[in-house]
Each structure stands twice: as structure tokens, then as C-alpha cells.
């Protein structure tokens, strides 16, 4: 009561005042608390409710992203976040992106119709064929029947690409003698947006797999966790780079000993950090073992890797663990002094 004396003395300006008048002032403040609270109450739920449908809207957005993401369809993810734009991240083409993802289909699957293709990319098939018309008059796909495959335009930027590409230039004769000189499949490796890329490779006389490793060459992979090639390279790039590579790619498993635990991957990438030297013990496929050197320039950023790959039965421990890795070591020091010096003969 005497919140509500105080009130009346500032309302009537005396210490008392009849009872009458005291009663209305003190119903008045009490419906006005009421439906202040009412009003607060309305607010709060309100604003819970926003909170509640952004957060619900925020994780289908990541669900949905995930989804895309391990079927290799991710778009624009850091253009549009939770349907924000997000300033920080540079602008790309949506038509780009959508040729690009149709010529990635079209490759994955070695040729396709308008109407297969146009289910793969969730467009009609009219829109498909515009952007198959226009693909082809530039001769980056070509037709055959009803169905289109790849076209010549492809190879030659392909060509040009690797012809100038300093790492080839630096690395082919090498790769070639070490597999005259082991006889096994030597493999010069890049990385582009956390994917395994053939730059080049030899097969020496003794080399297994063949068949299986022309087919690597010709399809990009996301199994750098996998490979000792694919191990150098990450070794040779930040924690925080390396993350997002798994958060994007994922550590698929491909045998039973393929690494899948990001933090005992973070434990190898130390030790290879540590020798220099990358082993893929059956990591990728059951029966195969590879050891994998990064090639760094003069600043020590990586440029890629070099491996060489073959059976368990030709790979004794002394020979994997110690023998090979020192027969890298040198082909690498003499890529990187080629680099370094811009000495190319091949």
C-alpha cells in the first residue's frame, strides 16, 4: 500500500484525499498494469516467435545445405546465407554456375539427353536446351543423336592449361624417371576447392592398376584424406583451411583403415608435417600402398604433391617407410629448384 499512497500523493497532490477518489485512481492504475502487461506479454511472444521460426528456417538451411553438399550440388552458399546476402563474398553468375554444373553432369555420366539431363539439374527442358545450344556453338559439348557429350573446345583449354602450368613443366621428366627407375605408377597431384586433380602421370613396367588410375585422371575426387598425395597437401595448409575441406567434403570412408576422425587426421597431418612425408597404408584402396611428397615454392605454399603407388607385396616396410620416401625427396628438390629457377626442359 504504499506504492499506491505514494501514486495518490502525486496524483492529487496531498497525503490523503476521500476514498472515493483514492479507489478510482488505484482501479485506473491497476487496469493500466494490466493491459500494459498484456501488451508486454503479446510483444514477448511475438518476438519468441520470430526467434523460434528464424532459428527453425536457419537450421533447414543447413540441413538442406548438407544435403546439396554431399550430392555436389551446393549454390551460391556463400552468396546467399539463411537468405541474407552476404556482402563479404564476391558475386558469382547463376548462368555460369548452371553450365558448368550441366557440363559436370554430362562428363559424370558420358553423355546425356535433354529430358535426363534437365532432371539432374532441376530445370525444364527447354531451359537445358538453350544452355545446350549455346554450349555447343562454343564447342564445349557436341551432339550425337538425341544425346550431348563433351566437345574438342574442352581439350584444348585442358592443353593450355597444363602446358603452362608451372608444376608440370618443373615435374614431368621427374615423375618420368622415377617410374623407369621403380617401374610403379607416379602420380604429379593438385588440389582445387578440396578435390584431388591429376596434373600428370607414368606408369612404369611394373605398374598395377592401370585402368583404374586413367579413370582418376579423367574424374576429379574429393579423397584428399585418403591418399598420400591428397595427405601432403593438406599437411602443407592451415587448420582452419583444412576444416573446411571436411565440412565440405567429408571424410568418406573408402577401405577399413581410411582415416574418418577428424581430429586422428589432424594427428597424421602433424606427423607428416614432422618427416615430410605422406603413407597411404591401404587408406583408399585395399591391397595399395602410396607414399606422397608436397611441392612447395620458395615462400613454402604448396603447389602439389607427388606419389608413387603400389601393391602391399611390393611394398616392405623398410622399402615404404624409408627407401621410397628418400627417392621422392630428391625428385621433389629437383621440381622446386626447376621452379625456382625457371629451368624447364621436357
Given at each position: 500500500?504504499?506504492?499506491?499512497?505514494?501514486?495518490?500523493?502525486?496524483?492529487?497532490?496531498?497525503?490523503?484525499?476521500?476514498?472515493?477518489?483514492?479507489?478510482?485512481?488505484?482501479?485506473?492504475?491497476?487496469?493500466?498494469?494490466?493491459?500494459?502487461?498484456?501488451?508486454?506479454?503479446?510483444?514477448?511472444?511475438?518476438?519468441?516467435?520470430?526467434?523460434?521460426?528464424?532459428?527453425r528456417r536457419s537450421r533447414l538451411h543447413r540441413k538442406e545445405t548438407m544435403?546439396?553438399?554431399?550430392?555436389?550440388?551446393?549454390?551460391?552458399?556463400?552468396?546467399?546465407?539463411?537468405?541474407?546476402?552476404?556482402?563479404?563474398?564476391?558475386?558469382?553468375?547463376?548462368?555460369?554456375?548452371?553450365?558448368?554444373?550441366?557440363?559436370?553432369?554430362?562428363?559424370?555420366?558420358?553423355?546425356?539427353?535433354?529430358?535426363?539431363?534437365?532432371?539432374?539439374?532441376?530445370?525444364?527442358?527447354?531451359?537445358?536446351?538453350?544452355?545446350?545450344?549455346?554450349?555447343?556453338?562454343?564447342?564445349?559439348?557436341?551432339?550425337?543423336?538425341?544425346?550431348?557429350?563433351?566437345?574438342?573446345?574442352?581439350?584444348?583449354?585442358?592443353?593450355?592449361?597444363?602446358?603452362?602450368?608451372?608444376?608440370?613443366?618443373?615435374?614431368?621428366?621427374?615423375?618420368?624417371?622415377?617410374?623407369?627407375?621403380?617401374?610403379?605408377?607416379?602420380?604429379?597431384?593438385?588440389?582445387?576447392?578440396?578435390?584431388?586433380?591429376?596434373?600428370?602421370?607414368?606408369?612404369?613396367?611394373?605398374?598395377?592398376?592401370?585402368?583404374?588410375?586413367?579413370?582418376?585422371?579423367?574424374?576429379?575426387?574429393?579423397?584428399?584424406?585418403?591418399?598420400?598425395?591428397?595427405?601432403?597437401?593438406?599437411?602443407?595448409?592451415s587448420d582452419k583451411e583444412v576444416w573446411e575441406i571436411i565440412e565440405t567434403?567429408?571424410?568418406?570412408?573408402?577401405?577399413?583403415?581410411?582415416?574418418?576422425?577428424?581430429?586422428?587426421?589432424?594427428?597424421?597431418?602433424?606427423?607428416?608435417?614432422?618427416?615430410?612425408?605422406?603413407?597411404?597404408?591401404?587408406?583408399?584402396?585395399?591391397?595399395?600402398?602410396?607414399?606422397?611428397?608436397?611441392?612447395?615454392?620458395?615462400?613454402?605454399?604448396?603447389?602439389?604433391?607427388?606419389?608413387?603407388?603400389?601393391?602391399?607385396?611390393?611394398?616392405?616396410?623398410?622399402?615404404?617407410?624409408?627407401?621410397?620416401?628418400?627417392?621422392?625427396?630428391?625428385?621433389?628438390?629437383?621440381?622446386?629448384?626447376?621452379?625456382?629457377?625457371?629451368?624447364?626442359?621436357?
Amino acid at each position: 500500500m504504499h506504492r499506491v499512497e505514494r501514486i495518490l500523493q502525486s496524483v492529487t497532490g496531498t497525503s490523503g484525499g476521500s476514498r472515493e477518489e483514492g479507489n478510482i485512481i488505484i482501479i485506473s492504475y491497476m487496469s493500466f498494469l494490466y493491459e500494459f502487461d498484456i501488451i508486454r506479454r503479446a510483444f514477448s511472444s511475438r518476438r519468441s516467435l520470430i526467434r523460434a521460426i528464424e532459428s527453425r528456417r536457419s537450421r533447414l538451411h543447413r540441413k538442406e545445405t548438407m544435403a546439396r553438399r554431399r550430392h555436389g550440388r551446393v549454390r551460391n552458399d556463400k552468396w546467399l546465407r539463411d537468405g541474407v546476402a552476404d556482402m563479404s563474398a564476391p558475386r558469382r553468375l547463376q548462368t555460369l554456375e548452371n553450365a558448368t554444373e550441366m557440363i559436370d553432369h554430362i562428363r559424370a555420366a558420358d553423355g546425356l539427353a535433354v529430358t535426363e539431363l534437365a532432371e539432374r539439374v532441376e530445370m525444364s527442358p527447354g531451359t537445358v536446351h538453350t544452355y545446350l545450344s549455346t554450349l555447343k556453338a562454343q564447342g564445349y559439348i557436341e551432339q550425337r543423336g538425341s544425346e550431348y557429350r563433351l566437345g574438342p573446345t574442352l581439350l584444348t583449354h585442358g592443353e593450355y592449361y597444363r602446358n603452362k602450368n608451372l608444376l608440370f613443366r618443373a615435374g614431368k621428366k621427374e615423375v618420368e624417371q622415377l617410374a623407369t627407375d621403380t617401374g610403379e605408377c607416379i602420380h604429379l597431384i593438385i588440389e582445387h576447392n578440396g578435390e584431388v586433380i591429376t596434373l600428370y602421370d607414368e606408369f612404369g613396367t611394373k605398374a598395377v592398376g592401370t585402368k583404374y588410375h586413367t579413370h582418376w585422371r579423367e574424374e576429379p575426387k574429393s579423397y584428399l584424406h585418403c591418399i598420400s598425395a591428397g595427405k601432403a597437401i593438406l599437411a602443407g595448409m592451415s587448420d582452419k583451411e583444412v576444416w573446411e575441406i571436411i565440412e565440405t567434403k567429408g571424410l568418406e570412408r573408402q577401405t577399413p583403415n581410411t582415416i574418418t576422425d577428424p581430429e586422428e587426421l589432424f594427428d597424421e597431418l602433424d606427423r607428416i608435417r614432422e618427416t615430410g612425408v605422406a603413407w597411404n597404408d591401404e587408406e583408399e584402396v585395399v591391397g595399395i600402398r602410396a607414399v606422397g611428397v608436397a611441392i612447395t615454392d620458395a615462400d613454402g605454399e604448396v603447389l602439389g604433391a607427388i606419389s608413387l603407388t603400389a601393391p602391399t607385396s611390393r611394398m616392405a616396410e623398410d622399402y615404404f617407410r624409408e627407401e621410397l620416401p628418400q627417392k621422392l625427396k630428391k625428385a621433389v628438390n629437383i621440381i622446386e629448384v626447376k621452379i625456382e629457377t625457371n629451368d624447364f626442359h621436357y
